[in-house]
């Protein structure tokens, strides 16, 4: 669990709110790219804010599935053998509504940038669904998705730091959305 919840940026921006910040991947809050410079941008952006967050490390990676809790999905990702994820049975989230569930499957993941950059552009097309990478030695976290990523750092100081170094890339909104 990150912040007494189940491994997903927005239920970890929900959980602890505090340590959150987030970037959008093009100018002015474009969501999805629409040519090669602009995939290039998204790239070059998210290498920067992984590398700040998370860095050159041993890592996990934890993918998120929604829908019937008795079908749990295979976890898919580019540049990734789907053998290595794990269910995380004891962090499932089932909603009582419609016996749908939140599911959660982890590997562990070096993060560097050959390995992100596959998953860096399948997040930005909306192809990899949830996923969030965490450096448990530095206390951090780094969830792209399309149009953006929510980062977890442990201190203000660090958030603070995080808002001066990529201010051009942040929401004007007051809730950083």
């Known amino acids: 669990m990150i912040g007494g919840t189940g491994p997903a940026g ?11 910040i987030r970037i959008h991947s093009l100018p002015e809050s474009k969501r999805y790219p629409e040519d090669e410079s602009e995939r290039t941008e998204i790239v070059r952006r998210h290498l920067i804010v992984a ?46 509504d419609e016996g749908d569930s939140i599911r959660f499957f982890g590997a562990a993941f070096r993060s ?45 100081s660090e958030l603070a730091a995080a808002r001066r170094n990529w201010a051009q890339w942040l929401s004007g909104r007051e809730d950083g959305l």
């Open 10 to 20: 927005f239920l970890c921006r929900a959980s602890i709110p505090d340590r959150w």
């Open 51 to 96: 590398d700040d967050a998370i860095g050159t490390a041993n890592c996990i990676l934890f993918a998120t599935r929604f829908g019937p809790s008795k079908n749990p999905d295979r976890v898919v990702l580019p540049g990734l053998d789907s053998s290595l994820f794990s269910h995380l049975d004891a962090l499932t989230i089932e909603e009582e």
């Open 112 to 156: 560097s940038p050959e390995n992100l950059r596959p998953l860096i552009l399948a997040s930005a097309e909306d192809a990899t669904g949830q996923i969030l990478i965490a450096n448990f030695d530095r206390a951090t976290a780094y969830a792209p998705y399309d149009g953006g990523a929510g980062v977890f750092l442990p201190t203000q």
